[in-house]
């Protein structure tokens, strides 16, 4: 059985567990996977959508590839970034307020309730921007369900690596790897 099948088959077992209330940060579900499998899981995201709604949730998927671009190109002095890129990484604040208008505007234009299962992906295109951290403390409160995250990166001791590229950080989510059965 290929890793990916096993993390979709990992999710399906969690997610079928009976949801109670918690927390903004304890209704966060991180699915890890190694980032070299960026294609593949994106082609396997209609199965944890699949298994989602096998379990009586809704769904919903928020995609963050392009947020930066679209961020960027409405920025008064996006021009001046391209000529000086050093400033990027300085954004990331106003970034992040960004991120967090956008995904409490599509949050609203859908039928989200606490049965609802908000999938994110493309976390790999914050990288160098804002933490994924930033990103989930932003708006997991938005969600009254759960926040599901997919990371290409690495898990270990409770820490999380987004990319394997740079320190990480500690986060409380509940984590779903491909490596052990749930």
Known sequence: MSKLKRLVDNYEIYIGIPW???AAAQRVIFCVYNPMDELKLRAK???FELATRKKHHSWLHYDLTDTFTEWLSSQKYAKSYFQKPQLLPAVGSRYGNYLEETCRVFLKESDVDDNTVVAVSGVASLFGFIKVKEMVDRIAPL???????FFPGSYENNNFRLLDGYDGWNYHAYVITPDKDL
Not at 143 to 149: A, Y
Request: net charge negative; no cysteine.
């Open 20 to 22: 109670r209330d918690a």
């Open 45 to 47: 995201i209609d199965e």
């Open 143 to 149: 969600i009254p369900g759960r926040l599901l995250v």
